[in-house]
């Protein structure tokens, strides 16, 4: 995988993968006060990744090469960790997530600047897109952690 677009890609497409699965696991896994926006919350959070980890898997494939595509491959690619199943506060899964974001943010400006660099248009307005939905999603976790 020599082009550095599909090898951020691809790396990226692994961080959704374990975004994924976390907010699945604190979709069932959260108990308290906050059940009831967390949960329903999350629920969109994971419906959007779901149709977004589509779109950059056929982006690498558009471009000619082949998306890692076994969980073994997400684990070992993921900078992203996962979290076990246990009971969880609404305030401590929104921290969580709200941190995983951040750090997927930051990277996604890295594949941005990768993407226009190589001159791929269409990679970078991929990433500008999902850069614009985990900014705004970070605001709305920022906001419902004020007390
Ligand atoms: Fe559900």
């Known amino acids: 995988m020599s082009n550095p677009v599909v090898k951020y890609l691809d790396g990226y ?4 993968h374990v975004l994924y ?3 699945h696991n604190y979709h069932w896994n959260v108990e308290g006060k906050q059940f009831f926006t967390v949960h329903a919350k999350l629920e969109e959070v994971y419906e959007h990744i779901a149709d977004e980890i589509d779109e950059v898997a056929e982006r690498i494939l558009i471009i ?3 998306p890692s595509s076994s969980l073994a491959a997400y684990l070992k690619l993921a900078t992203l ?3 076990d199943a246990e009971c969880i506060t609404g305030e401590a899964a929104v921290k969580s997530l709200l941190s995983d974001i951040e750090e997927l943010n930051a ?13 791929d248009e269409v990679s970078a307005d991929m990433l500008i897109g999902a850069l614009a939905h985990y900014e705004k999603l970070a605001w709305m976790f920022r906001v419902h952690l004020k007390a």
């Open 64 to 66: 000619g090469e082949r």
């Open 21 to 23: 699965a976390k907010a």
């Open 13 to 16: 497409l692994a961080n959704l």
């Open 107 to 119: 990277s996604l400006k890295t594949g941005i600047k990768v993407a226009q660099d190589a001159g």
């Open 81 to 83: 960790k996962e979290a």
